[in-house]
């Protein structure tokens, strides 16, 4: 499974979404609170994280100086990867709605 699939099947919430968009990941969202989540999904999803951020135009030099540990990077790229997720979605809502989807 791939990251967006993982993330289509956990966000089947549209208001979720909008949430995330409007309060921001970190706010503590099920499954994206503790170290020990973020780190399973940074283990399991890397690549398609680090596909998603440079998607964005992010490359890793960019991230890895602003935090002093791998641990946190780690929690910022997944929660990084949500957000961008999650504004995409946003996004589609919004482009659906304006075509009467």
Same mark, same amino acid.
Request: glycine content about 6%.
């Given at each position: /499974? &791939?990251? =967006?699939?993982?993330?289509?099947? &956990?966000? #089947?919430?549209?208001?979720? =979404? +909008?949430? =995330?968009?409007?309060?921001? *990941?970190?706010?503590?969202? $099920? @499954?994206? +609170?503790? !170290?020990?989540?973020? %780190?399973?999904?940074?283990?399991?999803?890397?690549? %398609?994280i680090h596909? *998603? *951020?440079?998607?964005? @135009?992010?490359? $890793?030099? %960019?991230?890895? $100086?602003?935090?002093?540990?791998?641990e946190t990077? &780690? /929690?910022k790229l !997944?929660?990084?990867?949500?957000?961008?997720? #999650?504004?995409? &979605?946003? $996004?589609?809502?919004?482009? @659906?709605?304006?075509? @009467? !989807?």
């Amino acid at each position: /499974m &791939r990251f =967006i699939e993982f993330l289509d099947q &956990r966000f #089947c919430n549209s208001q979720e =979404i +909008r949430e =995330i968009n409007h309060r921001g *990941i970190s706010a503590g969202f $099920d @499954g994206f +609170r503790e !170290v020990w989540e973020l %780190d399973y999904l940074y283990e399991h999803f890397e690549a %398609d994280i680090h596909e *998603i *951020i440079e998607e964005t @135009g992010y490359v $890793d030099s %960019d991230l890895k $100086d602003e935090y002093d540990n791998e641990e946190t990077l &780690r /929690m910022k790229l !997944v929660w990084f990867a949500v957000s961008t997720y #999650c504004l995409s &979605r946003t $996004d589609a809502l919004v482009e @659906g709605k304006d075509q @009467g !989807v």
